[in-house]
């Protein structure tokens, strides 16, 4: 039954034109990583001044083969270079592969769990995560000066504005928050949304939430949508956010994939004066 699945839902992405690989180059210095592959074709990515690339957000409820699969079209689809991903479920480090990308950090919990990969070719470093048996859960990331902050918030627990701390600019916010609020989609807000609310307002962060997109979660046994997903980014000196898109759906989880664009064209960083391009394998 699964196979059939994916299959079907790898069919209903778009073919792709793999042209001929770029040079290998060394890997990340920052992140200890050796002679990385080739990750050509499909359009290339130049470098702006906007450092931002493009992120794959997603609750993945399980981290299996064919979910791994799913989320490699998905990134090479949507040109993502970062992928931010909360429940996979890992309770070790050795599960968490996404060919071509390196995993830049995790919280490993058979209950939870956060994860965050980077694609190969880029420099990273990790910041700073919450500490153990934080009820808030989060991890953040520098990707070549843009601090990338995963968060998972287990439902029913309260949130206090000191949960989270406070990452310079450029900087996201981004993951499954489970708080409500009538900014992002809920017919009432609750405290905890509201203490979420002012807390980026505090902190001067943007909601990126569109009102026209789907909702990010669709509960199967109460057959309706929510948006516990949610990102806020820091204010550029442009004053322009990126745009967050809802992708569908996605197999074997209720919540949806989101992707954040930074709206700026070639935002994707490069090394030594090249494009990076993206390809599949």
């Known amino acids: 039954m699964w196979p059939s699945l994916l299959q079907h839902f790898l069919k209903c992405l778009p073919n792709v034109i793999v042209r001929a690989p770029i040079a290998t180059h060394a890997g990340c210095v920052q992140c200890g990583m050796g002679q990385t592959t080739p990750f050509s074709g499909h359009g290339s990515r130049n470098v702006a001044e906007d450092p931002r690339p493009n992120t794959l957000q997603l609750n993945t409820e399980g981290f299996t083969e064919n979910k791994i699969s799913v989320i490699e079209q998905l990134a090479f689809k949507n040109k993502a270079f970062i992928i931010v991903l909360q429940e996979t479920h890992c309770a070790t480090a050795d599960k968490l592969v996404i060919p071509n990308f390196s995993p830049a950090g995790s919280i490993l919990s058979r209950n939870h769990s956060l994860a965050m990969f980077v694609h190969e070719r880029l420099e990273w470093s990790l910041v700073d995560q ?52 009538v900014n992002w989609g809920y017919n009432t807000t609750s405290l905890d949304g509201e203490t979420l609310d002012s807390w980026a307002t505090s902190n001067n962060l943007g909601l990126l939430y569109n009102l026209k997109e789907t909702t990010s979660f669709f509960s199967r046994h109460w057959n309706v949508g929510a948006n516990p997903d949610l990102a806020f980014t820091s204010f550029g000196q442009d004053s322009r956010l990126p745009d967050t898109h809802v992708l569908g759906k996605f197999p074997w989880s209720q919540h949806r994939s989101s992707l954040i664009n930074p709206k700026i064209q070639g935002s994707c960083p490069q090394r030594s004066g090249e494009a990076l391009e993206l390809s599949q394998g």
């Open 130 to 181: 919450s500490p153990e048996q934080s009820e808030t859960e989060w991890l953040c990331v520098d990707v070549t000066g843009y601090k990338i902050t995963n968060v998972y918030k287990p439902p029913h627990l309260r949130f206090t504005p000191t949960a989270i701390p406070k990452f310079s600019r450029p900087s996201l916010y981004v993951g499954n928050f489970n708080w409500q609020h």
